[in-house]
């Protein structure tokens, strides 16, 4: 079956540093997407891609990184880390087209420390 | 800017009792709602979306949401809730605006009780 996997699931880290979380898809879908979950917050939008070399800001997006080099993968990156940035991160994937649903990772939980 | 609220951060409800968890948008054009549910420590799950047509969509787990033009409205209903129904729901709207991307509401937490 296709499914989107992200990975680590828990991560620490220290204040400066960078980091990365990766997110996997098997669905073949062109349209991927990278949400923090915040209390209050709901889900809001960091990056997102709608296929191979495009990579467009959302509006929480000062302070990470994304790159998007084949169809299955867009790593997240963290160029270096602020206590701020403690959340939980969310990976969805996308057919193209307005009236298609997406599909969410389970989440990795970081802490910056 | 495309928005969804969730007026209720909390929805209790007694088991076997009709559920019901709340959400209007506010969008320029036709709207594309969605509605997902995330049970604790994991993913969000797709329940149901309304795109066109029927105001009445029917998704998953029972659950069903009713589409209203003039109350910009898309609320979430079950006609008889379960204790496993307890989760976090969020409400969503595709914002045509920027990037086609999914806008969420805060989310509401819905209890069931036994």
């Known amino acids: 079956d296709a499914e989107i996997t992200q990975s680590p699931r828990h991560k620490i880290t220290e204040t400066g540093r960078q980091v990365t979380l990766a997110c996997h898809q098997t669905w073949n879908h062109n349209n991927m997407f990278w949400y923090r979950q915040d209390l209050g917050h709901g889900l809001r939008l960091i990056h997102y891609s709608y296929g191979v070399q495009d990579t467009n800001k959302g509006e929480v997006s000062d302070g990470y990184s994304v790159s998007r080099s084949n169809t299955e993968d867009l790593p997240l990156t963290l160029e270096s880390a602020a206590s701020s940035q403690t959340s939980v991160y969310f990976c969805?994937?996308?057919?193209?087209?307005?009236?298609?649903?997406?599909?969410f990772g389970q989440g990795t939980r970081l802490t910056v420390v | 800017a495309q928005s969804v609220a969730q007026p209720e951060d909390q929805v209790n409800v007694a088991e076997g009792n009709p559920l019901t968890v709340k959400c209007t948008y506010s969008?320029?054009?036709?709207?594309?709602l969605f509605w997902y549910v995330q049970y604790p420590n994991r993913g969000l799950q797709f329940l149901l979306k309304y795109i066109t047509g029927d105001n009445l969509v029917k998704g998953s787990y029972g659950f069903e949401a009713e589409f209203n033009k003039s109350q910009t409205s898309f609320h979430l209903k079950k006609p008889s809730a379960l204790v496993s129904d307890s989760a976090l729901y969020f409400c969503a709207v595709r914002d045509m605006e920027y990037g086609n991307k999914l806008v969420f509401g805060a989310g509401t937490i819905l209890r069931v009780k036994s």
């Open positions: 969805a994937s996308s057919e193209r087209g307005v009236n298609t649903e997406a599909f």
């Open positions: 969008v320029s054009g036709n709207p594309y």
